[in-house]
């Protein structure tokens, strides 16, 4: 690709300290170059982003409101070339990326509709307590790979709604529709406001670090979480993380077998399983285990499992290859424990594809089961108890989300009651909308994004607490 990505700095696209090869995961092989920062242009966004900040902060709401909306204007006009290139760095199809880039343009939208009010708690013979929401200056966003452009519009919408700047920072395997997005931020915002990075996961700590920066907004793995806590407590920065999940899908046994696996099917592979609230884990009543079984295996037989960029693809490649090494060698694991039903053999050809893949027969001690697999394989195991498998499916560090399929809609959302996660949803998946929050029970998360929880997040409270002095 001849294309350039520049980074974007106090609202000029600027090179990096050196670049790095961004690899398509379809063939392995290196599409683009990325400009790579150090930290002396690292310090410089965060300085540009403080001083931005002021006068961002004291615009009225309506008109940052109205620049969110023209980002969204500006990516909904530029959707397909943004599409194109999300495919070219992160495998998904085509019609997914489609999906994640209007779902990008829907989220920028939905928060420039939002408004936090100011809240009166005592207005009582001249004494008034009013609860104002104030921005909280900096906030660095950090993103993974797996929905490289919609999880910054999670932070983005709600940031700049409320008043903060930012510095974003993309993953490294994942930069390019970022830094595109940079180049809109360019055209639409005053310097300062948005400001683009990039480093190679090695620079992630001098932002969490900063003395400079207020938030760090995370979506990524646990494990990396765990290190944005620790480097943000220095400064008692404000954190939100999103972090991995390892979800249960419950099928009561009044329900259709062939429905629940067709349900289970989407919810396990869309985008190759690399969803954090995918079904990673199925449970299955003994009675219908063989059926469901057998339908799943089906749809996983089904698959075209091919390039995103062709017309008809259904399951693209792995996004990195350190992913699909870690998720092989849970299928190596798991194919000593128990049975392999569909897919699981090796896909002779370049990049890093993995055919969707059923495993049977399994104890809940496998790793497959006991760890968040984040690719194309499913665990479906047996149950004859209610209570047990609630059990089992809460016997885990993650809360993120599960589902539950069931035809007494009365007794789904009881179980669902049950379920420790932040998130349920029942006879549907991947329900994911702007207006309702997210957030992670247990080590999934801590604070959450979306809704008017997630705007929020990006405020703190500032209390006017005032007395009428009374005339002499
Ligand atoms: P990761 O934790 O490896 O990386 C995420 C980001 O953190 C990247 O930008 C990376 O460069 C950066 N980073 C690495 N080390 C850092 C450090 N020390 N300090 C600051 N930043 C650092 O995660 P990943 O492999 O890119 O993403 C997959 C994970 O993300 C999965 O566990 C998945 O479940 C999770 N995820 C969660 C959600 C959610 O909303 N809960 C959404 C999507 C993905």
């Given at each position: 690709m001849d294309r350039q990505f520049r980074m974007l700095i106090d609202g000029e696209l600027v090179d990096g300290a050196s670049t790095f090869d961004v690899v398509n995961p379809a063939t392995a092989e290196s599409f683009a170059r990325c400009p790579k920062a150090d930290e002396a242009l690292i310090d410089?966004?965060?300085?540009?982003?403080?001083?931005?900040?002021?006068?961002?902060?004291?615009?009225?709401?309506?008109?940052?409101?109205?620049?969110?909306?023209?980002?969204?204007?500006?990516?909904?006009?530029?959707?397909?070339?943004?599409?194109?290139?999300?495919?070219?760095?992160?495998?998904?199809?085509?019609?997914?990326?489609?999906?994640?880039?209007?779902?990008?343009?829907?989220?920028?939208?939905?928060?420039?509709?939002?408004?936090?009010?100011?809240?009166?708690?005592?207005?009582?013979?001249?004494?008034?307590?009013?609860?104002?929401?104030?921005?909280?200056?900096?906030?660095?966003?950090?993103t993974p790979w797996n929905f490289p452009i919609i999880l910054v519009m999670n932070k983005m919408g709600p940031a700049l709604v409320t008043g903060n700047t930012m510095v974003i920072k993309p993953a490294p395997t994942t930069p390019l529709t970022t830094l595109l997005l940079g180049e809109i931020c360019a055209e639409v915002l005053p310097a300062g406001v948005v400001n683009v990075v990039c480093d190679q996961n090695d620079l992630g700590h001098v932002l969490t670090g900063h003395p400079d920066v207020a938030k760090v907004a995370f979506t990524g793995s646990t494990a990396t979480g765990k290190k944005v806590m620790a480097a943000a407590a220095a400064g008692v920065k404000r954190v939100t993380l999103e972090l991995g999940g390892n979800d249960a899908a419950i099928v009561l046994d009044d329900v259709d077998a062939k429905f629940a696996a067709q349900k289970i099917y989407g919810s396990a592979m869309t985008n190759a399983g690399q969803i954090c609230v995918a079904t990673k884990r199925a449970y299955v009543p003994?009675?219908?285990?063989?059926?469901?079984?057998?339908?799943?295996?089906?749809?996983?037989?089904?698959?075209?499992?091919?390039?995103?960029?062709?017309?008809?693809?259904?399951?693209?490649?792995?996004?990195?290859?350190?992913?699909?090494?870690?998720?092989?060698?849970?299928?190596?694991?798991?194919?000593?424990?128990?049975?392999?039903?569909?897919?699981?053999?090796?896909?002779?050809?370049?990049?890093?594809?993995?055919?969707?893949?059923?495993?049977?027969?399994?104890?809940?001690?496998?790793?497959?089961?006991?760890?968040?697999?984040?690719?194309?394989?499913?665990?479906?195991?047996?149950?004859?108890?209610?209570?047990?498998?609630?059990?089992?499916?809460?016997?885990?560090?993650?809360?993120?989300?599960?589902?539950?399929?069931g035809k007494d809609l009365a007794r789904a959302n009881a179980v669902a009651m049950r379920i420790d996660t932040g998130t349920v949803w029942v006879n549907q998946y991947l329900a994911i909308d702007a207006n309702i929050p997210f957030r992670g029970a247990k080590q999934s998360g801590l604070g959450g994004e979306l809704g008017e929880a997630g705007l929020h997040e990006y405020t703190q409270p500032h209390i006017i607490n005032s007395v009428a002095l009374e005339d002499a």
């Open positions: 410089r966004a965060v300085v540009a982003a403080k001083r931005a900040f002021p006068e961002w902060a004291a615009r009225p709401v309506e008109e940052r409101a109205a620049l969110v909306s023209k980002i969204a204007d500006s990516l909904e006009a530029r959707a397909g070339e943004f599409a194109s290139l999300l495919t070219s760095e992160q495998g998904k199809p085509l019609d997914q990326a489609m999906y994640e880039v209007m779902g990008s343009v829907f989220t920028l939208r939905a928060f420039a509709e939002m408004r936090i009010e100011t809240k009166t708690l005592k207005d009582e013979g001249g004494h008034t307590v009013i609860e104002h929401r104030t921005p909280l200056g900096v906030v660095a966003a950090i003994q009675a219908m285990y063989d059926d469901f079984c057998d339908e799943i295996a089906k749809l996983a037989n089904a698959a075209v499992v091919d390039d995103g960029s062709k017309q008809g693809t259904t399951v693209g490649p792995i996004q990195n290859k350190m992913q699909y090494d870690k998720v092989n060698a849970l299928l190596d694991d798991a194919r000593t424990r128990g049975t392999v039903i569909a897919g699981g053999e090796p896909i002779d050809r370049p990049g890093y594809f993995i055919a969707p893949t059923i495993v049977r027969d399994l104890d809940d001690d496998a790793p497959l089961v006991r760890e968040e697999q984040f690719g194309p394989v499913l665990p479906v195991l047996k149950y004859t108890d209610i209570d047990d498998v609630i059990a089992r499916a809460n016997d885990t560090d993650m809360g993120l989300g599960g589902t539950v399929w």
